[in-house]
């Protein structure tokens, strides 16, 4: 990055105190959320203007002055809650460091990501990852039986009009919201938390919403992703998981059951699917269900650990593959943008995807996780459940769609390459004694 002229420090405090200020009033005003305050904030003091010091690209200068009056200007009493993330999170500095020289520069977030990790090569063409916006819980809290799905979240197919079904996701998560209003809490992040039994009567309750409110089956329009909670479900001394209340499966139960749905439901994606220490049927499940969906990873790993780096995420050292993708939080798996970036380049070695996720730190949603996601070449962007006034991380991916096919520099995804369907080797006979087991248990 080139160096940055600034004024003396008195007026440099001047400005950042004036808008700060701005711009706390202006998101109590209009009741938004910490998260819309301090992308605001963040934007407000890294305007070009008239200051005086050096920011680099260079991440060894991350606890540079400029580093320091940021994070000063934050830790007042007045952003307390603020405060845990830029003392919490080194990343989160190196991050805002990153951010100011873009905004210096009068360019989007992702392009001055791009070239920095291109080695000052700025990409052609940019892909957007497909935004999954969080939508229902059934775990352990929910009220009902069913403990399996941590969060289901619903993306546009990638043939999709991408841009009008993207704008159309907070609009479904309010319609189930309304629909099942007297039923429904929710989690601390928004999700919303369902009395179910089967899996299946989540995927229907989205598929009849969206068919009654948006007059289109969804099969043509939207898939899932699927969080799973197997990891809190496993008994190890049983080799059981308690999917529901009084429902236990075996991990070959779990790889059927995972099956069935992909061949019937537009699923692509499964996170966690079989708990960490039931290491046979990982493997088992990938060699299955990896050609037909992305068997995702959340188990991070720190960017140090060399075991890990070139391969596919995921925390076992044995050369079975058990995934190709990660569920990618870089302040959990990075400490500055350099090490992203070196992060990111060796896990794509072995051919895996990423899904982003937008709340980082103190489950804050932020918006940059967009940019961020764009130039780390996400697949998936997990998006927040939204607020009532809608979601910030869904805006700024709309406004980045619409700069890039201005300038005809976007690049769309045709498809996953998936096989169309899973063969039909599950024995309906199969199917039908599970069933049949389920109802026993019951």
């Known amino acids: 990055m080139q160096d940055i002229e600034l004024d003396d420090q008195d007026k440099l405090d001047e400005k950042l105190n004036f808008f700060i200020q701005e711009a706390l009033e202006r998101s109590m005003i209009q009741e938004r959320c910490l998260s819309t305050t301090v992308s605001t904030v963040v934007e407000a003091i890294s305007e070009p203007s008239s200051t005086k010091e050096s920011v680099t690209t260079k991440d060894s200068q991350d606890s540079d002055t400029t580093s320091s009056v940021i994070v000063e200007k934050f830790v007042s009493e007045e952003n307390e809650m603020f405060k845990t993330e830029l003392t919490r999170s080194t990343f989160f500095v190196s991050l805002l460091v990153m951010y100011t020289s873009s905004c210096v520069k009068n360019e989007s977030f992702y392009k001055t990501l791009d070239r920095y990790f291109n080695k000052g090569k700025q990409s052609i063409n940019y892909q ?117 209340m009084g429902v236990q499966k075996t991990g070959y139960d779990l790889v059927a059951m995972y099956k069935h749905w992909i061949e019937v439901y537009p699923i692509v994606g499964l996170i966690d699917p079989i708990a960490v220490k039931d290491d046979s049927n990982q493997g088992a499940l990938y060699s299955e269900l990896s050609d037909y969906c992305f068997i995702m990873t959340s188990r991070h790993v720190t960017s140090n650990d060399q075991t890990i780096l070139g391969s596919t995420g995921d925390m076992t050292t044995q050369n079975v593959k058990h995934s190709n993708g990660m569920v990618l939080q870089p302040e959990a798996c990075c400490q500055t943008i ?32 967009v940019d961020m996601s764009i130039a780390c070449g996400s697949k998936f962007l997990q998006i927040a459940s939204p607020s009532a006034w809608g979601s910030t991380s869904i805006t700024r991916w709309i406004d980045i769609c619409t700069e890039l096919e201005k300038e005809n520099t976007i690049a769309y995804l045709d498809s996953y390459g998936f096989k169309e369907r899973v063969e039909e ?10 069933n049949q087991n389920d109802g026993e248990q019951r």
């Open 128 to 244: 957007l990852p497909l935004p999954a916006m969080s939508m229902i819980c059934c775990d352990i809290s929910s009220p009902g039986k069913l403990n399996l799905f941590k969060n289901v979240m619903l993306l546009p197919k990638p043939n999709a009009d991408i841009k009008k079904t993207s704008i159309l996701l907070s609009a479904i998560y309010h319609h189930i919201e309304d629909s099942i209003k007297s039923q429904v809490s929710k989690t601390s992040n928004g999700l919303l938390l369902l009395s179910m039994e089967r899996g299946e009567q989540v995927f229907d309750l989205i598929a009849t919403t969206v068919k009654n409110h948006l007059q289109v089956e969804w099969n043509d329009t939207f898939d899932m992703i699927l969080d799973i909670s197997a990891d809190d479900l496993y008994d190890e001394e049983k080799k059981k998981y308690e999917v529901s």
């Open 338 to 369: 350099t090490e992203l970036n070196q992060f990111v380049a060796n896990t794509k070695e072995g051919g895996d995807v990423f899904l982003m996720t937008d709340d980082w730190c103190s489950a804050q949603t932020i918006p940059l996780a």
């Open 425 to 434: 080797n599950i024995l309906e006979g199969d199917l039908e004694q599970e």
